[in-house]
């Protein structure tokens, strides 16, 4: 009988000192609430009853404190949770940090709610739009309470979601449309897929509870491809940036003048043929370029005849010319290369003026001279020619001179023409002749 009176002595006070050895700190919780003060803490019934859960840390101050730290503790909360396993591990995600915020993490015990000791590593840099996994790096005792610590780094202000993450994991930000148009991305928990703005491209195959997406991008310019969480719904998506450049295919003729050369694809060329070429674009999408390039001989065009009546003008070669002449310029041609142009222009100017008449003798027989000495000549070796028209000439109409008997309206046609009657410009003028016979 003393012999079971003393083991049961012993295995009582085994058991006693066990049960104070591990404090619980705070009181159990269904649904997990940060605490600033770890005798506040919410206690989960295992390390999953934490998962979904979305928090952010806050400009608070530091009341419970870890013996030390990934580098200094600023707003630091604590959330408790019964090891289920001799093993736990969290995916802590950091969110919507402040410029160079991140989020700090460790997981932590104590016997008397002031004094901790860590079975973690601290995991002192998550970055905003990342993920980590927490891990305890020391065998945890089923039954025991332990306390998940969380912090910003330097104080920063972070969003944060526990085993919740859906962050990307691996998959290009910046693609080339059309050369590359599928690219996939993954995650390490199932999710829900979406692209902003929709028309960006589409998601090839399922889009829901998925650990990875194939997504067909069609139109260039910023886009996102978000996953949601399948299974904590209550958490933001993470959504990756992808800039969407495009790579041109296309082809260019090119005119290439002699003695000279033509740009085409980032090149210079100085001879014809065809060539291909690849030009770098800022956005890393290379345009592919295929140049056609056609000599073009040097043109001399033959003298054009031109032949005009004035007072006009005439243009060609951007110049203007109004007076007879042969002229030579250089015109750019329609390939875009220069030609010399020659022109034999003629410009006819006829200008007709009857002198005053002469009376030459008195009565019924007197008779009249008008003259075209006024008019203008033709230049050789163009002709010019007289035509007299009227009720009393006597003798030729066809002369620079005019005889006239008769009183009456006389016209008189001056006529420039070329040597072959092929071109030719006239004026006319009419004068009112009288009779010098004295009044009966």
């Not at 859906?166 to 998959?171: A, D, L, R, V």
């Not at 370029?289 to 005009?308: D, G, M, R």
């Not at 203008?376 to 008997?405: D, F």
Request: aromatic content about 10%.
């Amino acid at each position: 009988m003393k012999y079971i009176f003393t083991t049961l002595f012993i295995l009582g006070f085994s058991i006693y000192p066990l049960q104070d050895l591990f404090a619980q700190c705070g009181s159990p919780c269904s649904t997990p609430v940060e605490a600033f003060d770890v005798n506040s803490a919410c206690i989960m019934p295992s390390p999953q009853a934490l998962s979904c859960y979305q928090g952010a840390t806050q400009a608070s101050t530091p009341v419970s404190l870890p013996p030390f730290w990934c580098s200094s503790v600023e707003n630091n909360q604590w959330f408790g949770f019964i090891a289920t396993s001799p093993n736990a591990s969290f995916e802590i995600e950091a969110l919507n940090c402040q410029a160079g915020g991140a989020i700090q993490a460790a997981l932590l015990e104590t016997s008397d709610c002031t004094n901790f000791n860590f079975v973690s590593p601290c995991l002192g840099d998550i970055p905003s739009g990342t993920t980590q996994i927490l891990a305890n790096n020391v065998p945890l005792v089923v039954g025991q309470t332990y306390y998940l610590m969380i912090d910003g780094s330097a104080g920063a202000l972070c969003n944060f979601a526990i085993n919740g993450a859906t962050s990307i994991t691996s998959g290009p930000t910046e693609i080339c449309v059309p050369t590359a148009t599928n690219s996939l991305y993954t995650t390490t928990n199932p999710a829900n897929w979406s692209i902003s703005p929709p028309g960006a491209g589409n998601i090839i195959g399922n889009a829901n509870a998925s650990t990875s997406a194939l997504v067909n991008w069609t139109t260039p310019g910023t886009a996102e491809i978000c996953a949601l969480n399948a299974n904590c719904p209550n958490i933001p998506p993470f959504c990756l940036t992808v800039t969407i450049g495009e790579s041109v295919q296309a082809t260019h003729f090119h005119n290439l003048c002699f003695g000279e050369s033509v740009e085409c694809g980032g090149m210079t060329y100085t001879s014809a043929g065809t060539f291909n070429s690849n030009v770098p674009a800022p956005s890393g999408c290379d345009s592919f370029i295929t140049c056609i390039v056609t000599a073009v001989p040097i043109i001399n065009t033959p003298v054009q005849i031109v032949n005009l009546c004035g007072p006009t003008e005439y243009q060609f070669c951007n110049d203007s010319y109004n007076y007879s002449g042969i002229y030579s310029a250089v015109c750019e041609s329609w390939q875009g290369c220069d030609s010399t142009v020659n022109v034999n222009l003629t410009i006819f100017e006829p200008v007709a003026v009857i002198s005053d008449p002469v009376v030459l003798g008195c009565g019924a027989s007197g008779s009249q001279i008008l003259d075209a000495f006024g008019s203008t000549p033709a230049l050789p070796p163009n002709l010019t020619t007289y035509q007299w028209t009227g009720p009393g000439i006597v003798g030729a109409t066809n002369a620079i001179q005019c005889q006239i008997n008769e009183p009456g309206e006389y016209c008189l046609t001056v006529t420039h023409r070329k040597p072959n009657n092929s071109f030719s410009c006239e004026k006319a003028v009419s004068i009112d002749s009288y009779s010098s016979a004295p009044a009966s």
